[in-house]
C-alpha cells in the first residue's frame, strides 16, 4: 500500500462516521480508531477526533474473530445494543455470544441466493464460518470460536452491526 492509497482511506473515514477501520490485504494489515470509547456512546461536541493507529495492530486483525469475546470490558453499549439488552440478556447466560469484530453489514449467506450458513438449532463446530460482515467492499468471514447449538441469532441479514455487538448465542 502506498501514501497515496493511506492517504484516500484517511479522507473518506474522516467525512464516513465510522469510529473503527481494519483492511487486510495480503500481509499488510491495518486498524484504525478514531475517538475514545466514550465517543461511541455519546457524540463529542468539538467535531471528529485524530485517527490513531494502535501499537500492534497485526496481532489484532489476524485475531480478531479470537479476540472478540475478549471484550467483555469493552466499549460503552451503543443505542442499538441497549435496546437489544432485554431480549439478550437473559440468552448471554445460557451460552457463548459471538459479537461483531468490526463494523459492517450482516449477511447470513455468502450471496442472496445461497442458504444461511447457519439457522437456529444448528450444530456448529470450532471455526465454523456463520456469517459474513461487509467493511468497505471486503467481505470477512465470522466463524465460531466453539463448538456447540445455535441457540439465538440477534441480527436480520442485511442490517448494520456495530463493533462489539452480540450476532449469535452459542450453547
Given at each position: ?5 493511506l492517504k484516500?482511506?484517511?479522507a473518506?473515514l ?5 469510529r473503527?477501520?481494519?483492511?487486510r ?13 466514550a465517543?461511541?456512546?455519546a457524540?463529542?461536541?468539538?467535531g471528529?477526533a485524530p485517527f490513531a ?14 479476540s472478540a469475546p475478549?471484550t467483555?470490558a469493552?466499549?460503552a453499549p451503543?443505542a442499538?445494543e441497549a ?5 439478550s440478556a ?6 457463548t455470544p459471538v459479537?461483531?469484530?468490526?463494523v459492517g453489514t450482516?449477511y447470513?449467506a ?6 444461511a450458513y447457519v439457522?437456529v438449532?444448528?450444530t456448529?463446530?470450532?471455526?465454523q ?7 468497505m ?5 465470522i466463524?465460531?470460536?466453539t463448538?456447540?447449538?445455535?441457540r439465538?441469532?440477534l441480527?436480520?441479514?442485511?442490517e ?5 455487538q452480540t450476532?449469535f448465542i452459542?450453547?
Amino acid at each position: 500500500m502506498n501514501p497515496d492509497d493511506l492517504k484516500q482511506i484517511l479522507a473518506a473515514l474522516t467525512n464516513a462516521d465510522v469510529r473503527e477501520f481494519a483492511l487486510r490485504t495480503g500481509s499488510f494489515d491495518l486498524q484504525l480508531k478514531r475517538g475514545p470509547q466514550a465517543a461511541l456512546a455519546a457524540p463529542a461536541a468539538s467535531g471528529p477526533a485524530p485517527f490513531a493507529a494502535p501499537s500492534a495492530p497485526a496481532p489484532q486483525l489476524a485475531d480478531a474473530p479470537a479476540s472478540a469475546p475478549a471484550t467483555t470490558a469493552g466499549p460503552a453499549p451503543t443505542a442499538t445494543e441497549a435496546a437489544a439488552a432485554p431480549t439478550s440478556a437473559p440468552a448471554a447466560s445460557k451460552g457463548t455470544p459471538v459479537k461483531a469484530p468490526i463494523v459492517g453489514t450482516f449477511y447470513s449467506a455468502s450471496s442472496p441466493d445461497a442458504p444461511a450458513y447457519v439457522k437456529v438449532g444448528d450444530t456448529v463446530s470450532a471455526g465454523q464460518v456463520l456469517c459474513i460482515i461487509e467493511a468497505m467492499k471486503l467481505m470477512n468471514e465470522i466463524e465460531a470460536e466453539t463448538g456447540g447449538v445455535v441457540r439465538e441469532i440477534l441480527v436480520k441479514n442485511a442490517e448494520p452491526v456495530e463493533y462489539g455487538q452480540t450476532l449469535f448465542i452459542i450453547e
